[in-house]
């Protein structure tokens, strides 16, 4: 839920909530008042029925007592008038009675009366209960009496429906042989101050329940308000939380920069922008070149601070409508929006380079890295987005067979060299289990002895459409794409394996010298995979040579350090291969476990002729030899290169002067004539 949806909703309920507020508060107005009056109600008519039922007490006991006083002096009193009566002597003796019975009793009063409705006696001197009997029609109560004989009860109140004074009884007095009723005799029950008590009790109950109805009110209301508060904040929690997940899912957590899924969509809506308002764009693929070097050397948290830095600097190369996005590990992409012409976006790429060629200061340490990148145009060419990243993609790794840290623009001639690949590398892939690789043996001649000491090994592809492939075809496709290890692997298990067998013939001395990669000594398992293969084959390790090429001190990470310094501590010697042609230094070959360097052939060509190149491998040697590091001298084809080389103090030579790379059986063969 959206946070405007989720407000719009808690208006809506707000508005809802404020009548229902006032109708919930008339409503416990109304029930405390009804529950009020029901309590009234019940309670007035309980004592009703209470007072009735000890006026039917009182009447008794008051009958028993006072009724033979009464037979005695009512003898024809009904026949005088009201005057009369109340001069008459026998009365006052009945008052006197009257009120000796009520005096006993509070709030009782009792009044005698004659067959006429005429007050003959009274226990105090009032004449409510006359009143309150003739408004209730005194005749009919009489007769009811008279005819019935019985206790006759009813109740005075005023226009209010509760508000009741007092209860009335009037009882028979029949003669003395109880044949026929000579007066009758009123009780007036007071509940004047019960009712007083009940109203009171009535309102505290009306108040307890109205303040306990709003309490319980006010309770739902707090409730409700941090219900509604709580679902207010799970509700934002909730929309924050799907804000954070929605970031995440398109940007990439390191860079912040957009993610593979967002820059497709980005691509997607520009692509479209361009083709309905034909403009120009560029895709650039951008791949940090040295970047694995820095990540293995110095660790994750180093390496991703340098993808913070690069990714920070290309996106102050670029305008505010460009977008770059983080693909993968060190692979960036930058979409050009709106570009007038090619060169705007060589001007970028070129500004790119220039930025990520600076120095990077990363926790104290100091660091160049490179970029190759790939532009891909649109819509110079109706093509895909899916189609308009591969060709910047195709054109990004011309860049990097070109020499790295350049640019190049998507050419179709490239799709095809692309397709041609993609054909080769599963052709590679194919190619141990089809048995296609060979090894060939190239001798390398001890200097003291003139005679050979080593071989070494070099694989050929036996490729069945293009015929014997020397490794300069194939082996940087390897690294490439990982093969070089399984291909790495099978070459130094078939040298070993031909070792054990010229050993077993009876060439101990010799050694065998195996090209390896730094993909192959980063791998976790190649360590453990030689001391197992010279285990397997039964070979000491100092019959084995590896040789790493100068450009691994320029890729060379810590675990690769350490992998060779364990292989030299059992044995194994460390040679550089090419030495010369690279970007060896001093610091490099004093550092690294090194036993024998081997200068390139391209020195050795004009050796005899430019005394340039005779002075360098002089200085080579001399500096190995300073450094006690053996010399071995590649390329050698003549008999004036071989006695110059020779007198400057080489080590060893190979080349095609002693012999070109020969099949297993020619080196064997070799091996015997010697």
């Known amino acids: 839920m959206k946070y405007g949806t989720y407000t719009t909703l808690n208006s809506k309920m707000s508005k809802l909530l404020q009548p229902s507020l006032l109708f919930a508060l008339l409503i416990i107005t109304i029930s405390a008042i009804l529950f009020g009056n029901l309590y009234q109600y019940l309670a007035i008519s309980d004592l009703i029925i209470n007072k009735e039922s000890e006026n ?191 970031y995440h899912a398109f940007h990439d957590p390191l860079t912040h920069l957009p993610n593979r899924s967002y820059f497709q969509r980005i691509l997607s809506l520009v692509m479209s922008q361009a083709r309905r308002n034909e403009t120009l764009i560029a895709l650039m693929f951008l791949d940090l070149d040295k970047f694995k070097t820095i990540n ?65 200061k990363i926790n104290d340490l100091e660091f160049t890295i490179g970029v190759s990148i790939g532009i891909s145009l649109y819509p110079l060419s109706d093509i895909s987005l899916e189609q308009l990243i591969q060709d910047a993609d195709i054109a990004m790794f011309t860049s990097k067979r070109n020499g790295r840290n350049m640019f190049s623009f998507f050419e179709q001639e490239m799709l095809l060299h692309s397709k041609q690949r993609l054909k080769f590398e599963i052709d590679l892939r194919q190619a141990i289990e089809r048995k296609e690789f060979i090894l060939h043996f190239q001798p390398i001649i001890d200097m003291k002895t003139d005679e050979v000491s080593s071989m070494e090994a070099l694989i050929r592809w036996r490729h069945p459409t293009h015929g014997i492939l020397l490794p300069s075809h194939f082996i940087k496709l390897a690294e490439e794409n990982g ?68 450009s691994l001190f320029l890729e060379c990470s810590h675990t690769t350090l350490k992998t060779l310094f364990q292989l030299k501590k059992i044995g194994i010697s460390i040679a550089i291969d090419d030495f010369g042609t690279g970007y060896s230094s001093l610091a490099y070959l004093k550092s690294f476990p090194i036993d024998r360097l081997k200068i390139d052939q391209y020195f050795i060509r004009e050796v005899t002729k430019d005394d340039d190149n005779a002075a360098i491998t002089q200085a080579i040697t001399s500096l190995a030899h300073t450094l006690r590091l053996g010399v071995t001298v590649e390329g050698v084809e003549t008999v004036e290169q071989y006695k110059l080389l020779k007198s400057q103090y080489c080590d060893a030579m190979q080349g095609f002067f002693f012999s070109k790379p020969l099949s297993v059986k020619e080196a064997s063969e070799l091996l015997q004539s010697a």
């Not at 305008?319 to 590990?329: L, P």
Request: proline share 1%; with cysteine; charged share 20%.
């Open 56 to 246: 039917s007490i009182l009447s008794r006991n008051f009958n028993n007592q006072i009724t033979p006083e009464i037979q005695k002096n009512i003898i024809n009193i009904n026949s005088l008038s009201s005057d009369s009566i109340k001069l008459s002597q026998n009365i006052n003796g009945l008052n006197q009675s009257l009120f000796s019975l009520s005096n006993a009793h509070q709030n009782i009063s009792i009044t005698l009366f004659n067959l006429n409705g005429f007050a003959i006696a009274e226990s105090r001197s009032n004449n409510h209960l006359l009143n309150a009997i003739q408004k209730s029609d005194f005749k009919i109560v009489i007769n009811n009496a008279v005819n019935k004989s019985q206790l006759i009860s009813f109740s005075n109140h005023s226009n209010s429906k509760f508000n009741y004074s007092s209860v009335y009884s009037l009882i028979p007095i029949l003669n003395i042989d109880k044949s026929d009723v000579i007066a009758v005799l009123g009780i007036k029950n007071n509940v004047t101050n019960s009712i007083e008590i009940i109203s009171n009790s009535q309102r505290l109950i009306m108040l307890t329940v109205l303040f306990g109805l709003l309490f319980f009110y006010l309770i739902v209301i707090i409730t409700q308000s941090k219900s509604n508060k709580l679902l207010k904040e799970q509700a934002e929690l909730r929309i924050i939380s799907e804000e954070e997940i929605r």
């Open 483 to 550: 093969q070089i290890i399984n291909i790495g692997s099978w070459v130094l298990n078939e040298a070993c394996h031909q070792l054990a067998i010229w050993h077993l013939a009876g060439f101990e001395h010799l050694k065998i010298s195996v090209n390896i990669s730094i993909r192959q000594i980063d791998d976790k398992n190649f360590h453990s995979y030689v001391l197992s293969t010279l285990r397997k084959y039964n070979l000491k390790p100092n019959k084995l040579e590896l040789e790493i090429t100068e």
């Open 296 to 360: 293995d050397s110095y660790g994750h948290n180093v390496g991703d601070n340098v993808l913070i830095e690069a990714a920070s600097r290309i996106q102050q190369c670029l305008r505010e409508c460009d977008t770059v996005a983080r693909i993968s590990g060190d692979e960036f992409t930058v979409i050009l929006d709106g570009i007038s012409t090619v060169d705007d976006a060589e001007l970028i790429a070129n500004r790119i380079i220039s930025s990520l060629n600076k120095i990077m």
